[in-house]
């Protein structure tokens, strides 16, 4: 599967929970893989919702979003949000750029929180760098 998301806007998603710790490339790669993952799913469940209200169009509230956040706060790029989102709906649906920076805000704070794991997850370790592992980890855990 290739990853739509770059992975340098993970990396400092990472970094920002990470402290003192460094970033392997690889668990920056694990986590953009992950986070495509559950966006695609997330657009899933979206699309369900719209056609149950009759629309082609991804809105944000498919995504039970009420208040949409500013696209400058976002550290996640839209373009690979909107290719991630049509990964596995059919092209017969449109996504709304509201419903874009929404389903990024979401994915947003699923890395932070993967991230957030992983961090103690390499202390735990006494390593001193977040490896692809911590992230495996996180999801053999938790998930």
């Known amino acids: ?14 970094r920002r929970n990470a402290g003192e710790l460094r970033v392997s490339a690889d668990a920056a790669e694990e986590l953009a893989r992950r986070i495509q993952i559950h966006g695609a799913r997330l657009a899933e469940d979206a699309a369900e919702r719209a056609t149950a209200d009759g629309r082609k169009t991804l809105m944000a509230e498919d995504f039970g979003v009420e208040q949409v956040v500013s696209r400058d706060a ?26 874009r920076i929404a389903l990024a805000d979401i994915l947003e704070d699923y890395a932070n929180n993967v991230a957030s794991a992983a961090t103690k997850l390499a202390h ?20």
């Open 1 to 14: 599967m290739s990853v739509e998301l770059p992975f340098a806007p993970v990396d400092t998603l990472i």
């Open 74 to 99: 976002l550290e996640l790029p839209i373009a690979p949000i909107d290719r991630i989102a049509r990964l596995d709906i059919d092209d017969q649906y449109r996504v709304s750029m509201e419903a």
């Open 124 to 143: 735990h370790a006494d390593r001193r760098t977040v490896q692809a592992e911590d992230i495996e980890t996180y999801f053999s855990l938790f998930e």
